[in-house]
C-alpha cells in the first residue's frame, strides 16, 4: 500500500443525511474492508455501517479520506432468562484466520461462526472424551429445551484436536475425491473478510462441501457441511467410509449427538436421514 498512515473519516446519519462528526483515525485503526456487516459506537451509541465510501483500507489510504453512513441501532433490554440459543453446542474457538488474506474475488466456502465444527471427523482413539461431550450435549437437548431453541449451552473443549495421531495428508483427501468435486479457493466466515489460515473446502455436492484445516500438508480439522439432500450418496458415502475406516475415524455430528461409525452402510444411512 502507499497513501497517508492517517484517514480523515466522516460519520453521516444515513436517515437524516446530516453529519454525526469527523475524526482522523489512524488506518489500523480501521477494519481492512467494510464489505462485510460492520458496527461501530459514537458517544456510548451503537451504529451500524449502512455504506462506505470507498470500502476497502487500500482504496482509503490512498484517498485519506472515509465517508462512512450510519443507521443508529435500538438496544432492547432482554432479560437473560429470556434468552434461548438456536443451537445445543459449540467448538470452544474458531481457528485463525490468515492476517493480511482476503476472500474478494475468490471463490470460497463460507461457514456461519456457529456452523465450526458441528460435523467432523474425529480418531476414534478419542472416543472416551467424544462420548463426555455426547452426553453434556444430550443433557442440553432433555433438560434445557425450551420452544424453539435452549435455554443454555455447552461449549465443547475436551476434543481441541480432532484428529490428533492421526497421518491424513490433504494429498490423500484429493486423490480419494478425484474428479468428484471442484475445490474451492479457501475458506472463510460470512462476517469475515479474511481466509482461515491453512483452510480448505471441497464441494462434493450442490449440498455437500468438505471443509477442514492443514499444517504442513496434514489435515488437522476435517468438517462437512450440509445444506440438504443430494441425489447422489453412494458416491460420497463410499469414499468418505473409506477414508473413516483407512485411518480410523468416526463421524460426530455433535447437535444431533450421533456417531457414525466407519462403515459405508452408517454413513450412507446418515446422509440419507440429512435430506
Known sequence: MSGPAIVKVS????????PLGEATLPLEAL???????????????????VSASPTTAREFQ???????????????TVAPSDILYSLPTLAD????????STKRERRVLELHEDDWRQVEFVALALQASVEVELKAISRIHTEHRTGPGFDALHIRENVPAPLEGIRLTLAEVRDAWGEAGWWREGLSFRRSTELVAGGFALQVSSALALYGTEREGYVTTLGLQCT??????????????????????????????ERILPSHASFHDWLAGRG
Not at 474457538?93 to 493480511?100: A, D, T
Open 62 to 76: 490512498a484517498t485519506g479520506s472515509l465517508r462512512l453512513e450510519l443507521r443508529a441501532v435500538k438496544v432492547a
Open 228 to 257: 440438504g439432500g443430494s441425489a447422489d450418496l453412494e458416491g460420497p458415502a463410499r469414499v468418505l467410509a473409506a477414508l473413516a475406516e483407512r485411518h480410523q475415524l468416526c463421524l460426530v455430528d455433535w447437535c444431533q449427538v
Open 11 to 18: 460519520f453521516i446519519d444515513v436517515e437524516t443525511d446530516r
Open 31 to 49: 477494519p481492512a474492508s467494510f464489505e462485510v456487516a460492520t458496527t461501530l459506537e459514537l458517544r456510548g451509541q451503537p451504529y451500524e455501517v
Open 93 to 100: 474457538e474458531l481457528p485463525v484466520m490468515e492476517k493480511g
